[in-house]
Structures are given as structure tokens and as C-alpha cells.
């Protein structure tokens, strides 16, 4: 039995993740949820957050959306964004201006009020 699951996260600029991971947690309208293989299908509507991916080697990477759709399946999981920031990068100063095009990200939402407080918090843990 494989114990990963394919995540596709795509913006309108085209895809920005597509690879087998272990679970992955999504900031949905209702809260988070995670996702692990073999999941049940679901499709929701997602809101302003970060998306924490564990890859199959267990490192997490992080995306901060503005908002978007999914659609998960027992082996898939299929994310279309509005905005998306990669929050996992090589070097530190590419790190420092993505953390902050995030913050603008989250910023630019105007229905975020409390939810904009948490997801800078998670931001400011990746600096």
C-alpha cells in the first residue's frame, strides 16, 4: 500500500506544486483540515492561509494562499489558487521577500480580519 498522496496546487499563473506527499493541511472556510492517503472525497472552498505540506522525505514545505477550491480524492488532491507564495526556498534572502510577499497576500484579503492575525503568525515562524 503507498502511504502518499499527489497534491497539485495550481494559480492562474500555472502550476506551482505537483509531487507525491505524505499529508497535506489545508486552510478551509470552515478551519483547517488535513489530508492523508486514502481520504475521503471532498471539495471546499479554501480561505486566506498557509497550506503545510509534508513531503515523503518529512520535511514541510509551506504555501500561503489568498483563497481558492480543492478537490481531494482517496490518492489526489487537486488545489486551484487565486494567489499562491512557496514559503520553502534555498537561500535566506529569497526566504525574507517571499515571507514578505505572503504578509502582502494575506494583507490584500479584506474578509480576513481574525484569520489574518493567525496566518501572520504562522508566516513569522518560517523567518
Known amino acids: 500500500m503507498d502511504n502518499?498522496?499527489?497534491l497539485?496546487?495550481?494559480t492562474p499563473d500555472g502550476e506551482i506544486f505537483n509531487d507525491n506527499v505524505?499529508?497535506?493541511v489545508l486552510p478551509g472556510k470552515d478551519g483547517e483540515f488535513g489530508v492523508l492517503p486514502?481520504?475521503?472525497s471532498l471539495v471546499s472552498a479554501l480561505t486566506v492561509g498557509v497550506i503545510e505540506i509534508t513531503e515523503t522525505d518529512n520535511s514541510v514545505e509551506a504555501i500561503a494562499i489568498n483563497w481558492g477550491h480543492v478537490k481531494v480524492s482517496e490518492n489526489s488532491v487537486d488545489a486551484l489558487v487565486d494567489s499562491a507564495v512557496a514559503l520553502k526556498v534555498s537561500d535566506k534572502s529569497t526566504l525574507a521577500a517571499n515571507i514578505e510577499k505572503a504578509h502582502e497576500l494575506?494583507?490584500?484579503v479584506k474578509d480576513a480580519n481574525i484569520a489574518t492575525a493567525t496566518v501572520s503568525a504562522k508566516?513569522?515562524?518560517f523567518s
Open 4 to 6: 502518499t498522496i499527489k
Open 8 to 10: 497539485s496546487i495550481v
Open 22 to 24: 505524505k499529508s497535506v
Open 38 to 40: 486514502s481520504h475521503s
Open 106 to 108: 494575506v494583507q490584500s
Open 123 to 125: 508566516l513569522n515562524s
